[in-house]
């Protein structure tokens, strides 16, 4: 008796890892993912901008562009 006991305990051990490895499989997986999805919604692109050297036509916001690039939406 005490050897099935015992083999139950392991099943619950052996699938207990199993589940740890694959949420942390997928945490690494979502987590980039997510990094990627929030670089793509500050970008100047998605925010209806291009990227130049001075807005003079439309307004300027807060958003990604190279080095000594504004974002400006609109104009």
């Given amino acids: ?22 949420m942390v ?3 690494v997986f979502f987590s980039d993912k997510f990094t990627q999805f929030s670089e793509e919604t500050e970008s100047c692109l998605f925010k209806g901008g291009e990227c ?4 003079t036509d439309g307004r300027e916001v807060d958003a990604k562009c190279p080095e000594g690039k504004v974002c400006c939406v609109g104009g």
């Fill in 1 to 22: 008796m005490e050897k099935k006991g015992t083999s139950f305990v392991m099943t619950v051990i052996v699938i207990a890892a199993l589940l740890l490895v694959v």
């Fill in 25 to 27: 499989i997928l945490l």
């Fill in 52 to 55: 130049v050297d001075s807005c």
